[in-house]
């Protein structure tokens, strides 16, 4: 069973940053791709980033693109997501994901339903 443990959520001021993180356990963690994606209140959970298991390719919504940057270190078991220029629209629970199966070593994933095991959730709050 695949375990994923976020943290690094928190209050910003608009323009700030946070840097989350999520530390994946259970099995083999580079042969897969993961991904990042949030949910706002009242709102459907919508992809945020994702990154392919080599570590060379990653894709973004275009909401974010240009202030967050997704990255892994396969070493440590760990998914990042660096999150710059934060706007109060960023404000979410955010989740770290993996999927089920082995992925291409360039393949990102981008739909919620290709993803299969989901951490608890961060907080990232985002105030104007």
């Known amino acids: 069973q695949v375990q994923l443990v976020e943290s690094g959520g928190g209050l910003v001021q608009a323009g700030g940053s946070l840097r989350l993180s999520c530390a994946a356990s259970?099995?083999?963690?580079?042969?897969?791709?993961m991904g990042w994606f949030r949910q706002a209140p009242g709102k459907e959970r919508e992809f945020v980033a994702g990154?392919?298991?080599?570590?060379?390719?990653?894709y973004y919504a275009d909401s974010v693109k240009g202030r967050f940057t997704i990255s892994r270190d396969n070493a440590k078991n760990t998914v990042y997501l660096q999150m710059n220029s934060l706007k109060p629209e960023d404000t979410a629970v955010y989740y770290c994901?993996?999927?089920?199966?082995?992925?291409?070593?360039?393949?990102?994933?981008?739909?919620?339903?290709?993803?299969?095991?989901w951490g608890q959730g961060t907080q990232v709050t985002v105030s104007s």
């Open positions: 990154i392919s298991w080599n570590g060379r390719n990653t």
């Open positions: 994901a993996a999927p089920n199966s082995p992925t291409a070593a360039w393949a990102i994933p981008i739909g919620r339903y290709e993803y299969d095991f």
């Open positions: 259970g099995r083999t963690f580079s042969r897969y791709a």
